[in-house]
């Protein structure tokens, strides 16, 4: 098993930026592809970036793309997400997930282990 806490968040104005923290225990890190999943209130868990566990393979969800950007030290058992030209709708609580599937993953199903998440607000 694994654990993660997430950290980092905080409230922003648009146009900021954050740079968010998870960090992992427990089993190695590297046997995990980890994922950044965001929720807004009233809205589904949805799905915001993932990344291979050597870090050569990165996905981002439509609305981060260019803006977010995932990476991982796994000397440091840490993801990261920093978070550029931040808008209100990037407002939400942002959950780290691990998963130990062959490729990565946008849906919150296929991650075994989740982070408690961090609260990231965005006023205009």
């Excluded at 960090?23 to 915001?48: D, L």
């Excluded at 981060?64 to 990476?71: A, D, E, P, Q």
């Excluded at 030290?73 to 062959?102: G, W």
Aim: with cysteine.
């Amino acid at each position: 098993q694994v654990q993660l806490a997430e950290s980092g968040g905080g409230l922003v104005q648009a146009g900021d930026s954050l740079r968010l923290s998870c960090a992992a225990s427990g089993r190695a890190f590297n046997v995990y592809i980890m994922g950044w999943f965001r929720q807004a209130p009233g809205k589904e868990r949805e799905f915001v970036a993932g990344i291979s566990r050597s870090g050569g393979s990165i996905h981002y969800a439509d609305s981060v793309k260019g803006r977010f950007t995932i990476s991982r030290d796994n000397a440091k058992n840490t993801v990261y997400l920093q978070m550029n030209s931040l808008k209100p709708e990037d407002t939400a609580v942002y959950y780290c997930a691990a998963t130990d599937s062959l490729t990565i993953a946008t849906r919150d199903h296929a991650y075994s282990y989740w982070g408690q998440g961090t609260q990231v607000a965005v006023s205009s």
